[in-house]
């Protein structure tokens, strides 16, 4: 069974997920520089009413194979621990050991 962290990720990136057009239009409004005052002022209450959970920023990246969350490699999805025993092993294709 998956830790208790990853569950609790799991269900940020489902909220992240419903609220992710909402909060990317009203960044849009905020920062745009065309827009009136009163557009601006709703658009800022909306962003406010957002949810800490919904925000990108609480989202933690993971290892797919060992669940560590510190020196997770984007384009992988794993930890740099595991990178280098795969990358060894030749299963990374274009990845080589410098030594």
């Known amino acids: 069974m998956k830790y ?3 569950l609790q990720d799991i ?3 489902r909220k992240y997920k419903k609220t992710e057009l909402d ?3 009203n960044k849009i409004l905020i920062f745009s520089f065309t827009t009136n005052v009163l ?3 709703i658009a800022k209450n909306n962003f406010e009413q957002f ?10 990246r993971f290892c797919v ?3 560590r969350s510190k020196g997770v490699l984007k384009k992988f999805k794993v930890s740099r ?9 030749g299963l990374f ?3 080589k050991k410098a030594s």
């Open 4 to 6: 208790q962290r990853h």
């Open 81 to 89: 621990i595991i990178l280098r025993e795969l990358s060894g092993k």
């Open 51 to 60: 949810k800490s959970e919904t925000l990108q920023v609480k989202i933690k």
């Open 39 to 41: 557009k601006l002022i």
């Open 23 to 25: 909060q990317r239009l």
């Open 11 to 13: 269900n940020k990136r």
């Open 65 to 67: 194979i060992s669940g």
């Open 93 to 95: 294709f274009g990845l």
